[in-house]
DNA sequence: GGTCATTGTTGATATAAATCAACGACAAGT
DNA sequence: ACTTGTCGTTGATTTATATCAACAATGACC
């Protein structure tokens, strides 16, 4: 099956009815906060409102269901706000988290007639939704969208790359290092100098970290603890952690120290 | 970075001298017996001499090295013989296998100014190399050859969110047997239908299958035997097996079924 | 303000796979 | 034909992490 596909346009299969965005479509990509960090700043800002019919713009609640594992391949998502988890799940119910879909980032392409993966929202998530038929067209009309989509996923295959390293050779401590400092916060010229240490953002829960990790929540808990411990990391919110020495981790994750 | 860089061309990073195919170069892609199987099918019959020019057909022995971690990518290559492992590896040399390229597939593609992953003959290798630039120049040049590689990679993706399923959340047994299951030939019309049971190519050694397969060579053996011991697969060549029971290698792959 | 469900933490024990170790099969070279 | 090195197999033991179990913290809801 190739991109080239057009399969007959069907319900999205969601399990909660979501929140569309209304009028002013003509506008909305041109007013939009990330067209920066994402694939739609390829499409010229004269031609955006091409880019606004081709997209519509939803709303979802926590833990509502984007994708559904096997179902039929009819859209394509373009996260504006929040954060989507990506995976592949066993029939006894095993689940492996392929990866975290934050702003800026798309999710759905395939070669598939159905997807080989589901995706869930991790916390209240907007997205500008490509049903397939549009999202061809703005491949072949547009050269640099189609090449940005080919830059963007080479990057995905490159974590990937990481992901399977972690997965197939690091220790549980390491591990969880790898994870704290992918998703370390880039330090904001704002940003509260009276708190020390760098923020990193953990909206999903320990049973995603787990299984994303290849882990259970037990030893991540264990080994966040462990840290903590030894102040490499701060903070009891468990959606919020601070690194407190930075150096200390990149040494972990590559399995430089462990003790 | 993006893939619109022409970063300055520099000496090949080879272990070893390569042999280069001489002469009939523009013929080349005309009779080359795998274009129907590799993105070089996108790119016009009479347009063909484009493409010969833009690559260069070199063949390499076992156990050479075609892309050392962090060097610079200028390169990329497309498997028309043999199979080719890529890998990344931590500081004390463990090391993650991320998939074998065998014919058909490429490699090479990356954002960045060097490669994050290695590459390294297992067997004797036939490879098409486009330098980056010439490389530039076909994707901007012919629409379909990009679209194909966006096909290919999206598979790649694929692929890796499966393996990340495996590496994170299989027992060795499963990963075992997801490995046979996805190496396994479709039978060809001219198969040895005395020869019962379908055949594996298993040209890597065991440390390959091991680092491919998150594991130790000494599970990996222990597994096999087991296999062989319960009959669902055949053969006292270490490089070729044969599958007995494709059904329970199935449930075995899935998690249904495990003693 | 109490009940209940959800999420996370910590401790005790079990286990799958790693590690350590010995050896067999085979091919290359002398 | 013997030595040497590579590769794979099998057995004994260790260990990192899973599993099992109890409990604490939090927030939703009546």
Chains 1, 2 share one sequence.
Not at 152 to 171: N, P, V, Y
């Amino acid at each position: 099956m190739s991109l080239t596909d057009h399969p007959r346009t069907a319900p999205l299969p969601l399990r909660r009815r979501f929140l569309q965005d209304t009028g002013m479509e003509l506008q909305r990509c041109t007013v939009c906060g990330i067209r920066g960090q994402s694939i739609c700043n390829a499409i010229n800002d004269k031609e955006l409102e091409i880019l606004a019919q081709a997209s519509s713009r939803l709303t979802f609640p926590p833990a509502t269901t984007l994708i559904e594992e096997g179902s039929p391949a009819i859209a394509f998502f373009n996260v504006t706000k929040g954060t989507v988890k990506l995976f592949k799940s066993l029939p006894d119910g095993r689940r492996q988290i392929t990866g975290f879909a934050d702003v800026g980032h798309f999710l759905g392409l395939t070669n598939a007639r159905t997807y080989s993966f589901g995706a869930e929202t991790v916390d209240t998530v907007q997205v500008c939704r490509f049903l397939r038929p549009q999202l061809e067209t703005l491949l072949t009309d547009y050269p640099l969208f189609e090449r940005r989509l080919l830059t963007e996923i080479t990057g995905e295959l490159a974590e990937a790359q990481e992901q399977m390293l972690l997965l197939g050779r690091k220790t549980a401590r390491e591990r969880i290092a790898s994870f704290l400092l992918a998703r370390m916060m880039p330090p904001s010229p704002h940003a509260d100098s009276a708190v020390e240490g760098q923020m990193v953002s953990l909206p999903m829960t320990r049973v995603d970290i787990a299984d994303y990790l290849g882990l259970t929540i037990e030893t991540v808990s264990r080994t966040l603890s462990a840290l903590r411990r030894e102040k490499i990391i701060t903070g009891t919110d468990n959606h919020g952690i601070r690194v407190l020495a930075v150096s200390r981790l990149e040494d972990l994750a590559s399995g430089q120290d462990n003790r």
